[in-house]
């Protein structure tokens, strides 16, 4: 009831709060409850409602209306054919009455009578609580009010009247009687009627850069490659998934949050529109009920929210088509009094304006049930920490390139068939820079459709990215051209070789001009007025405009008299702006020193520099030369530049570079002879045939080392360093001055910190190094992650270099390096604030001193298996006390805390208020410390942020189960709490989930490893009622019984208020034997995890369960299955396996050794089932010497992945080995096999590691 009450409408539960107002025995909790789920209980603790008497509800239906509550009560009871109003009073039931029957007009006369404030003056339930609670209402005072409010409507009634009456005098004429209207039903008809239309025209969704009209977004639409994770992205393993699997999962939840992150023309915008799309043309039921807001956050102003930005734009267009005077606070307080009525679709949260603030509030809160939120990478943790769904979109795989190639080209299949030919050449081309660059532009939709189009028109693709979109750019001029019946441009080029094309070389210059000014600021847009900033000339802003490489945005209201143009993906700006660079540039227009300085460092212009680079070709100097200074990272970068040109054209413009070096007068000069003599020597030693001399300038040599370091790879790379300090350091070239000129030229300074010389470095060496950096003025590249663990570290003056020249956001891993905790002292004895990731795991630190102060913008921090105590824990503790660290992640797993007390816990939690994640695994904690750290932090009415708790492997026997549940009542953001092995009992989790809190935010709860055979037979129910958002729930290896398990899944069974939704339940491991049909069922319905073998007694009853499955399509989600308690599956026929696998799409491991299975058995196994994730498979002992080698093809074919395999006893024949292994040497396969134990001759086995590489045999064991 409760649900169906939710669903229908928020107002109803409001309107039974004023029904039961006296009837609750606590008002308190009546003002507190959230649903009707919670009113309910109010009346139980009232001792109203009854498990023998429900006479209560069928009276609130009789009084409500609410008639579809009828049919639920009907499914547990029979409801009486004559139902008396017992319960309540009759001045109840008038107020009841009134509120369903009142007027709009009603409303705003007691709203302004009695001062209603305006947020709840829509909704007459709350407006009759605020009269209740001011005692302007009441039994004794009902008959007054109504005679008051009555008096009211006469008074405007006869005023109406009276201005009737004069306007007819006067000679106008009457108006008809103005009827009284529901206001909300307007404006929900009107948001309706508006959003459908707004969001079906086809011409929306055409793609913009595709003038012709005859492509639907409903027939080019491709599936997306997504990736699913359920909550905090940083944490949890993703998953594939389909659009459809993530909208059922929306579907599935009443309130759900959903973060979609992707690069810029990955498809998110089109995501978004093409679910809108559905909505709007009926062909989605998703969000059947719903009223579906499509919201670009860019149009979000500063002190805006999201409200304002919907009542904005809609209400001018309101009072037009509705004839209605509304204000904008009127449509807002709709929306937020039918929230669970809205979807918003929010679009783009990275071009939020700077000055706006970010919508977090809308993932904070309950407010909004369904919210799909955009983004590009970076700056989103704080609604990743929010989200219930975090997906990431990665464009399109192989499969939906090819899909959407026919799609495009389905009236020109061969067509079709050549282009997807000529991109599967490049598909793996890593060798290429080019051509992988070309297929991993197909991966974004926009694109690949750009792509299309170029092949439609031309047959061929260009081999280069500048080449692309001038390409791109012919083919949108030339379907201007003949949408327009001008002739047809022969190429790009022209454009700048005959003055006829001078109008289209204008165009494109201007645009090019806006969008570099908009993408310094990350804009993909431009208004209309941009234009004629930097030109005057309308006709030719018109005309560049109107050839389509940018589209008009829809108006988002009627009053929204803007005219907006944007790039369809990223990349055309950045193409645009690109070519007005190169185009300033050879014409050699001279920037401002300033501006000069925004196009080299301006973190947005990376693409376009690219292309700028890339239009200019042989001339690229013209731009590259702005790199040459006296500071040695502009060298970096200029080389990286270089690097992305043609190898062909390299050549001319280093020697134009080289030039403009000798005309410079730079400090930095005089260390060039000796960075090429350092280089030189590198270059000959790894390859000393090469031809290079004495005259090469620095950028050759530069460029040879990025040459080298291409072809051997990082690894390699790294060796041949190491062989050439060896061979080659001396007096004269010391080993910190050749690293550091290497440092200067490689393209991953890794490679040279990875190198032996580097990391066993002595004091001395990195003063050295550290003095060689500050005369170049060299530094390390920004967010490098320095992955320095298992590796011995001599010198503490290695990490201080490193906390020295990272400029900043420095990721430093140091686990197992061998380190004390004197060392960390003395490094950290001074202020760094560029240290951001720090991982100490595996060192002896039991002498380190606190010194987060030290490390300002410290955001993680790991410290497992460090032998810490709690003296070294409280001095970590009162460091943080002493500064703002940002901490959000402290993983101390593997530490001995035995010492410590409670309150240092919480004095941890206090001092580090964003603390995210705190894991404390297996780290002697007693259950006195948890207990008093609860206390401490209840007591001081402390809130805590954290989202995970991991306090597993900890002896919490004697913990008090309120502790468990104060614990979940004072971090009401928790997402993941970890109990495994915590020598737990069934009381304890009885008695935390009887006594805690209502917790919306817990998704996973792992009590795994516990003695919970005490447990209660509701606490399923007590723990999905409680938190109601849990998918995880593991319950593996707790020694449960068959007739807990069943007793529980009855219970849960039996109650219609919880959800059946769980992604896992895992019951692995438990005593499962003999539960019976009926719980078997109930565990596959709630999607349990369980091992399905463990619980049949006999192979009918497994017959007849998968059976079921089969027909019912139920999923067995188990991802191990074995025979080992199973006597009986001895006679279990190669049928029912094949079954058993179609129903376990996830089984990873099958064991069913000696079940007296035959060859045929295993072929009738493998020949009906689909392609499999199976791992492992053991079938030792089973008769098999008839098993022929195509049921050994069959086997390997279906399992792709299987990698261990035991067949011993089996007498399996040679020749059918032989035949397998032939057959996959002909196909060109190879199987993913490492173990194998067989029984077969030696000669053949030895055979089999030709087509299995990663085999080892029983025989190498021995």
């Not at 979000?300 to 809609?314: A, C, L, M, T």
């Not at 495009?408 to 660059?437: A, H, M, V, W």
């Not at 390699?716 to 050439?724: E, L, P, R, Y």
């Amino acid at each position: 009831m409760s649900n169906a009450i939710s669903k229908k409408d928020k107002k109803y539960v409001d309107m039974l709060r004023v029904l039961y107002s006296d009837t609750a025995e606590f008002k308190e909790e009546l003002v507190r409850a959230k649903s009707a789920f919670d009113l309910f209980q109010t009346l139980i603790v009232a001792g109203v409602l009854k498990s023998t008497d429900i006479s209560v509800l069928f009276q609130t239906i009789e009084l409500t209306g609410l008639r579809f509550l009828k049919e639920i009560i009907e499914k547990y009871r029979k409801y009486p054919d004559k139902v008396e109003i017992t319960l309540f009073s009759a001045y109840r039931q008038h107020v009841v009455a009134w509120g369903k029957n009142v007027l709009c007009e009603v409303l705003q006369n007691v709203r302004q009578r009695y001062e209603i404030p305006v947020n709840i003056s829509t909704n007459p339930w709350k407006v009759i609580t605020y009269l209740e609670n001011k005692d302007i209402i009441s039994e004794d005072k009902w008959s007054s009010f109504l005679m008051n409010v009555k008096s009211s409507d006469n008074e405007e009634a006869s005023t109406s009247k009276k201005q009737k009456l004069n306007e007819g005098k006067s000679g106008l004429s009457k108006q008809p009687k103005r009827q009284r209207i529901d206001k909300d039903s307007v404006i929900r008809e009107y948001f309706l009627e508006e959003q459908k239309k707004f969001l079906k025209e086809k011409n929306y969704y055409c793609p913009p850069t595709y003038i012709d009209d005859t492509i639907d977004i409903d027939g080019l639409f491709t599936d997306l490659e997504l990736v699913k994770r359920d909550g905090r992205g940083k944490r949890v393993d993703a998953v594939s998934a389909s659009l459809e699997e993530i909208l059922n999962l929306i579907s599935s939840k009443d309130s759900c949050k959903v973060l979609i992150e992707g690069e810029g023309g990955m498809g998110k915008t089109t995501l978004l529109r093409y679910i809108s799309y559905r909505w709007a043309n009926k062909k989605d039921n998703t969000f059947l009920r719903e009223i579906v807001f499509l919201i670009n956050i860019r149009d979000i102003k500063p002190n805006e929210d999201v409200i304002n930005v919907i009542s904005r734009i809609h209400v001018e267009n309101f009072k037009r088509r509705k004839k209605m005077e509304i204000t904008s606070a009127e449509l807002g307080s709709f929306i937020t009094n039918h929230d669970n009525e809205i979807v918003l679709l929010l679009d783009g949260l990275d071009e939020l304006n700077s000055e706006a603030t970010r919508p977090i509030n809308i993932f904070e809160n309950q407010n909004f049930s369904k919210v799909l939120l955009t983004s590009r990478p970076g700056n989103i943790s704080d609604f990743a920490n929010k989200c219930n769904v975090y997906v990431k979109v990665l464009g399109f795989n192989s499969n939906s390139i090819k899909q959407f190639i026919d799609n495009f080209f389905i009236r020109d299949p061969d067509s079709g068939k050549s282009l997807r030919t000529y991109l599967y050449k490049y598909e793996k081309d890593d060798d290429d820079d080019n051509y992988s660059q070309l297929y991993d532009l197909c991966r974004s939709p926009m694109l690949l459709l750009s792509i299309c189009t170029i092949w439609k028109e031309k047959k061929c693709l260009p081999q280069n990215l500048a080449s692309l979109f001038e390409e791109l750019f012919y083919c949108i001029l030339n379907q201007y051209n003949k949408k327009n019946h001008v002739r047809k441009l022969s190429n790009f080029a022209k454009i700048r070789q005959y003055k006829k094309y001078e109008k289209y070389e204008k165009c494109f210059s201007i645009l090019g001009k806006c969008m570099y000014e908009s993408l310094k600021e990350n804009k993909l847009s431009i208004e209309f007025d941009d234009l004629s900033k930097y030109n005057s000339n309308e006709d030719e802003n018109c005309f560049a405009l109107a050839i389509g490489i940018l589209y008009k945005e829809l108006p988002k209201g009627a009053q929204d008299f803007s005219d907006v143009y944007t790039a369809p993906h990223k990349l055309i700006a950045e193409s645009l702006a690109g070519l007005y660079i190169c185009w300033q540039c050879q014409k050699c227009a001279s920037f401002l020193s300033e501006e000069w300085d925004t196009i080299s460092t301006n973190k947005y212009l990376h693409m376009t520099r690219i292309f700028a680079i890339s239009f200019l070709g042989a001339h690229a100097d013209k731009l590259l030369q702005h790199w040459i200074t006296n500071d040695a990272m502009d060298y970096r970068s200029l080389m990286k530049y270089l690097m992305s040109l043609e190898i062909e054209q390299q050549p001319t413009v280093v020697q134009n570079l080289d030039t403009c070096i000798s005309e410079k007068d730079l400090a930095i000069r005089q260390q060039f002879p000796s960075i090429c003599n350092s280089l030189r020597m590198f270059v000959l030693h790894c390859n000393p045939d090469i031809k290079i001399n004495n005259n090469y300038s620095l950028i050759q040599h530069v460029r040879e080392v990025l040459l080298l370091e291409k072809k051997l790879g990082s690894s390699v790379f790294t060796k041949s360093v190491d062989g050439w300090i060896n061979a080659k350091s001396s007096v004269e070239n010391p080993v910190h001055k050749l690293l550091s000129h290497l440092m200067f030229a490689a393209k991953d300074q890794r490679c040279i910190t990875a190198t032996k010389a580097f990391l066993f470095g002595s004091d001395t060496f990195f003063e050295n190094i550290s003095t060689d950096f500050g005369n170049l003025n060299l530094v390390y590249d920004d967010k490098l992650e320095f992955n320095f663990n298992n590796n011995y570290i001599k010198s503490r003056f290695l990490i201080v270099h490193l906390l020295n020249f990272v400029p900043k956001n420095l990721y430093l891993n140091l686990d197992n390096c061998s380190l004390s905790g004197t060392f960390i002292n003395s490094v950290f004895s001074k202020c760094y604030s560029n240290l951001v990731i720090l991982d100490l795991s595996r060192n002896n630190l039991t002498d380190i001193e606190g010194f987060l102060n030290n490390v300002p913008n410290l955001f993680s921090l790991k410290m497992e298996e460090c032998s810490l105590s709690g003296t070294e824990l409280a001095k970590m503790v009162r460091s943080l006390n002493m500064s703002t660290v940002p901490l959000e992640i402290f993983e101390l797993k593997d530490n001995i805390f035995d010492d410590i007390e409670g309150t240092l816990l919480s004095t941890l939690l206090v001092n580090a208020p964003e603390l995210d994640i705190l894991d404390v695994t297996n780290c002697e904690l007693s259950s006195v410390v948890i207990n008093d750290m609860v206390s401490d932090l209840k007591k001081n009415h402390r809130s805590l942020a954290l989202t995970e708790f991991l306090i597993s492997g900890n002896d919490l026997n004697d913990i008090d189960g309120h502790t468990l549940s104060d614990l979940l009542s004072i971090a009401p953001n928790l997402k993941e709490l970890n109990l495994n092995s915590c020598n737990l009992v069934g009381t304890i989790v009885n008695n935390m989930f009887e006594n805690c809190p209502l917790h919306n935010k817990l998704h996973r709860l792992d009590v795994d490893n516990n003695n919970l055979s005490d447990i209660n037979k509701l606490s399923l129910v007590q723990i999905r009622r409680k938190c109601p958002n849990l998918v995880y729930l593991n319950m593996g290896s707790c020694q449960l019984k068959e007739t807990v398990v069943r007793d529980m899944m009855n219970e849960y069974r039996d109650t219609s208020d919880v959800s059946w939704e769980w992604s896992r339940l895992d019951l692995q491991c438990n005593d499962l034997h003999d539960i019976g049909d009926a719980t078997i069922y109930a565990l596959l319905k709630v999607k349990a995890l369980f091992d399905l073998f463990d619980c049949i007694s006999t192979v009918d009853q497994l017959d007849a369960v998968v059976d079921k499955c089969v027909k019912e399509n139920i999923v067995l989600e188990c991802t191990q299955l074995s025979n080992r308690r199973i006597s009986q599956l001895r006679c279990i026929s190669g049928a029912m396996l094949g079954n058993v696998l179609k129903i376990a799409p996830k089984l990873k491991c099958l064991t069913l050794s000696s079940c007296s299975l035959s060859g045929d058995s295993i072929k009738e196994m493998f020949s009906n089932c689909n392609i499999l994730e199976l791992e492992e498979l053991y079938l030792a002992n089973n008769h098999l010497h008839n098993m022929e080698g195509e049921t050994l093809i069959d086997l390997f074919t279906k399992a792709p992945k299987l990698c261990v395999l035991d067949m011993t006893g089996c007498q399996l024949s040679s020749i059918a080995v032989s035949e397998m292994i032939s057959y996959f040497k002909e196909n060109d396969k190879k199987l993913m096999l490492e173990e194998i134990d067989i029984d077969i001759d030696r000669n053949v086995l030895s055979e089999l590691l030709s087509v299995a590489p990663n085999l080892r045999s029983r025989a190498e064991y021995e």
